[in-house]
């Protein structure tokens, strides 16, 4: 029994450790000018839903899962990237979980406790709206972890991800990055639309207010949790329609690479009932049975 567990305790301190990327992603890098007229957009845009709908179909067929994880800063469009992947898909093959402050009952587990329970089962897509990463950003400027939980995190965040990735789970991490400047616009536009003053909170005011210290923690998340296996995806997003095309494009390019994306075949003999039943001829080219 004794040998048993030794050697399984070599195999894990045998893992490769987890590889940070040489070069992560920075705020400052980004081409905040880059934009797409409303023509462009909308024809990109249905070829891309057409590609979504094509993965969502393969990872039910082939009972995958994948985490798709969305963070930004308030205003910054991820509401919008939601909407456009939702309208092409079967509603069971994707669930979005907007996260927001933890309840009572989470407070009593550790921070990950509500996103383990949150995972996609078989064939799903899930879309995390806000995510762990709350613990090393608004928790870390709200003061709600202490300096040493904060610090902590990286490495369990980085774990964790590695542990969904063992599992065969995808995971997509997308920030989508907004200047202070469009922010406001934002925000502005938001209050004096009584149809859109409930998405502002005191919350995005306060938020704002700490813009530099978001910027520092952000940057930091960027260079502590942007791994080889598990990278983060940064966005500029002055331009809603730019910035849409761009985190769908990057989801769908990532959780299709390796997946075989054909229509899963019909099984031959309901596919010949049906024909029958349904007045069908069999295609041209092949014997009937």
Do not use: C
């Not at 099984?267 to 092949?286: H, M, T, W, Y």
């Amino acid at each position: 029994m004794k040998k048993n567990i030794s050697s399984k305790g070599n195999r894990l301190s045998q893992r490769e450790p987890i590889r940070l990327q040489r070069r992560p992603p920075s705020l400052a890098k980004l081409d905040m000018t880059k934009h797409m007229g409303r023509k462009e957009y909308e024809t990109k845009l249905a070829r891309l839903q057409v590609s979504l709908k094509e993965l969502s179909l393969a990872y039910q067929s082939q009972s995958r899962r994948a985490v798709i994880v969305l963070e930004g800063w308030d205003a910054a469009g991820k509401g919008g990237v939601i909407r456009r992947m939702h309208w092409p898909l079967d509603p069971r093959g994707l669930k979005v979980w907007p996260i927001s402050a933890p309840t009572p009952e989470e407070l009593d587990h550790h921070y990950l406790y509500r996103f383990w329970t949150r995972l996609p089962r078989s064939g799903q897509l899930v879309v995390f709206d806000r995510s762990w990463y709350g613990r090393v950003l608004v928790e870390r400027i709200e003061g709600y972890a202490t300096r040493t939980e904060w610090q902590r995190a990286y490495a369990e965040i980085n774990e964790f991800e590695r542990m969904l990735d063992d599992d065969g789970v995808r995971l997509v991490k997308i920030f989508l990055h907004i200047t202070p400047e469009e922010q406001l616009a934002r925000f502005q536009a938001r209050f004096n639309d009584p149809l859109k003053r409930w998405k502002l909170s005191a919350e995005d005011l306060r938020n704002r207010a700490r813009w530099a210290d978001y910027e520092v923690a952000i940057e930091e998340m960027f260079q502590r949790t942007s791994t080889v296996r598990q990278p983060w995806i940064v966005i500029p997003g002055n331009s809603k329609h730019y910035a849409r095309l761009a985190a769908i494009n990057a989801i769908v390019k990532r959780l299709a690479d390796g997946v075989d994306l054909s229509p899963s075949g019909l099984d031959p003999g309901f596919e010949q009932r049906a024909r029958k039943v349904l007045g069908l001829n069999e295609p041209s080219g092949r014997k009937a049975r």
